[in-house]
């Protein structure tokens, strides 16, 4: 077997540029796919992190039943006590309890319907992004009174800038009126119309002052050390506490659709990846059987010699071995570099920031390496690149000697 | 008993999807003794090519019988033909035809690894078959390196390293000049006499005939004498 492998490598050698374009385009063949599964990676996970990161976070825990019917019947009482209890366990690296309730917004000109938010606002940094979303004015301070952030397209509206007063307006958990007038000292601009349009944040005490909620507050928002544990811990939690009291939801049970989004983004991704795959294995497939016509007649002597069909179908395969073997580290070496490049530079689509920010992923994509796809993707067209080689080492170890010596 | 052993040989070509036929060989009888030196003259399209195929289990008779050292040629799988040809046959073709990644030495060596001959034994055969050929020193050339009449010369050492029964030289001399032809066939003619191999040329060229021991002619695929 020796000399056969001798005689594919010095093959490969004698056809320098035929051996450059096969390498080349395996090379570029997985280069390409472990690039673009890298660019809907890190765009998936940016969604996924956008969208947690900036209101909803990655586990919520609220009194039973508050999902389906937010208001202030269903509150937490003693949320530190509640808080103590969780947060020894270490995959929990920040938390926040927030007041949430609908309320009546309104200025000298129009009144609207938010979700009100009271934040803590030093725990909200830690678990959400928001506070880097202000494009005007300031993020309130743990101290300030009855200061208001509002949504960009919500001061559009109610035609209010910084500064000016809003009156929010709700019923308190004691059935009272409650009203009260908010200085705006920052207005967010997201991206999603949802929260520009419909949301209005206040601080915590402000809030429970407000809605006569003394210390309760209506969720616990929880961020995790990785994403991929969320499922696990919000198992882990739901045993930890008492489910006739508490729900614990993780960001796929408050949006499924986002999740159904995603798993269909995922979906559509694998079956474009599968179709490129298709491409370059076509692409394989053609260059090495061209390789193998071309070299019809010396296949013909080999077999007029005496070398069985199985050492040419060794031969023509261990060529394509070695071909994709190099195509492969040159692929995945050009991949991984690329791939990180622009995981720590970003790829910036500012000009579809508009449709990328609506979707949480934001103008700027960074691509980022799964390993587990990677291997996957390394495997699949090497094996492709073996694979496609058999038809035409087939081909070979089958011509019939007589006829193939005459070929010219 | 002879080597070769040919009854009622016929050999019929039939063009896909036509009814038109080709009678290459009609009804050949032709025994070859153990180390003759013979040559098949004849026109193009007499049936030499196709007489040699058949003899070097490259192709099989239409009907007719063919037996080489007591095997049937006539009844063989074409797994059976590639050892045949691998342990019995040597072949060196008009166009030399060497395998252009491999040296001048490993392609005299390339048979005899294909017979398993263990690396020492089939380096030595070779490298004294290249020195009695007159290529000492172009042992790792390879085939691109070498002249037309090196070539052949190599395909000559390819075809006697592994000491077949036969061997088989489709025009050998048909693309050298006519004095590399005549050194090449004293060559041949030298191992022929030395090895008491049995050569079978296949030729239009008359100084081959004169040289050969025993000519056949062949004239519309019928032996005339």
New interface residues.
């Given amino acids: 077997m020796r000399?056969f492998i001798?005689?594919a490598f010095?093959?490969i050698l004698?056809n320098k540029y035929r051996s450059a374009i096969t390498i080349s385009a395996i090379a570029f063949g997985l280069f390409a796919l472990i690039f673009l599964k890298g660019f809907i990676d890190g765009a998936d996970y940016q969604m996924i992190n956008n969208y947690t990161d900036l209101l909803i976070g990655h586990i919520q825990i609220h009194a039973k039943g508050f999902q389906k019917s937010i208001g202030l019947e269903k509150t937490i009482a003693g949320a530190n006590n509640l808080i103590e209890k969780i947060s020894k366990n270490r995959k929990i690296i920040a938390h926040s309890k927030r007041i949430k309730d609908f309320a009546l917004i309104s200025s000298p000109e129009n009144s609207y319907g938010v979700l009100l938010l009271g934040i803590d606002p030093e725990e909200e940094k830690k678990v959400s992004s928001f506070h880097k979303r202000i494009r005007k004015g300031f993020y309130l301070n743990p101290q300030d009174k009855n200061k208001i952030i509002i949504g960009k397209d919500l001061a559009e509206n109610l035609k209010v800038a910084l500064e000016d007063k809003v009156v929010i307006m709700s019923q308190a958990a004691d059935g009272s009126l409650a009203t009260a007038a908010f200085e705006v000292c920052g207005i967010i601009d997201t991206g999603a119309e949802e929260i520009d349009k419909n949301l209005a944040v206040i601080t915590l005490s402000d809030a429970q002052e407000l809605l006569t909620l003394e210390d309760k507050v209506s969720e616990i928002v929880l961020k995790i050390s990785s994403l991929k544990e969320v499922d696990k811990l919000t198992l882990t939690l739901r045993g930890q506490l008492d489910t006739n009291l508490f729900e614990v939801l993780n960001w796929k049970d408050i949006s499924p659709m986002t999740y159904q989004w995603l798993k269909f983004d995922q979906i559509f991704t694998s079956l474009i990846l599968f179709i490129f795959l298709i491409v370059v294995a076509s692409g394989i497939l053609n260059t090495i059987l061209m390789a193998v016509l071309e070299r019809t007649?010396?296949f013909g002597?080999?077999?007029?010699?005496?070398?069985?069909k199985n050492?040419i179908m060794f031969m023509v395969a261990a060529e394509s071995f070695i071909l994709a073997l190099t195509a492969a580290l040159i692929g995945s070496i050009a991949a991984i570099l690329t791939v990180n490049y622009f995981g720590q530079r970003g790829i910036d689509l500012s000009k579809f920031s508009k449709a990328l920010d609506s979707f949480y992923i934001g103008s700027v994509i960074y691509t980022r390496l799964e390993w587990g796809g990677f291997f996957i993707s390394l495997i699949v067209v090497f094996l492709t690149s073996i694979v496609t080689s058999l038809l035409p080492a087939y081909k070979a170890a089958n011509l019939k000697?007589?006829e193939a010596?005459r070929h010219i | 008993m002879a080597l070769i052993q040919i009854k009622n040989l016929t050999k019929i070509y039939s063009e896909k999807n036509s009814t038109v036929q080709t009678k290459a060989l009609d009804s050949i009888n032709l025994e070859i003794e153990r180390g003759e030196f013979t040559a098949i003259a004849g026109p193009s399209g007499s049936g030499k090519t196709t007489l040699l195929n058949i003899i070097g289990a490259l192709d099989y008779p239409t009907s007719g019988q063919i037996i080489i050292d007591n095997y049937n040629l006539s009844s063989m799988t074409q797994k059976a033909f590639a050892e045949f040809r691998l342990h019995k046959i040597g072949f060196v073709f008009q166009s030399y035809n060497l395998i252009n990644t491999l040296t001048a030495l490993e392609n005299a060596e390339y048979v005899m690894l294909l017979q398993a001959i263990n690396k020492r034994e089939r380096r030595l055969k070779a490298e004294k078959i290249l020195s009695e050929v007159g290529l000492a020193n172009k042992l790792s050339h390879f085939p691109n390196q070498l002249s037309s009449g090196e070539q052949q010369r190599v395909a000559i050492a390819r075809a006697i390293a592994p000491m077949p029964l036969i061997i088989l030289a489709d025009e050998p001399t048909a693309n050298l000049d006519s004095q590399t032809g005549a050194m090449l066939i004293n060559l041949m003619k030298e191992l022929n006499e030395k090895k008491q191999v049995t050569f079978i040329l296949a030729t239009h060229d008359p100084m081959v005939m004169a040289k050969a021991k025993r000519l056949i002619n062949l004239k519309d695929g019928r032996i005339i004498s």
């Fill in positions: 000399t001798l005689i010095r093959n004698r007649r010396e002597i080999m077999l007029a010699l005496g070398t069985k050492q000697p007589i010596i």
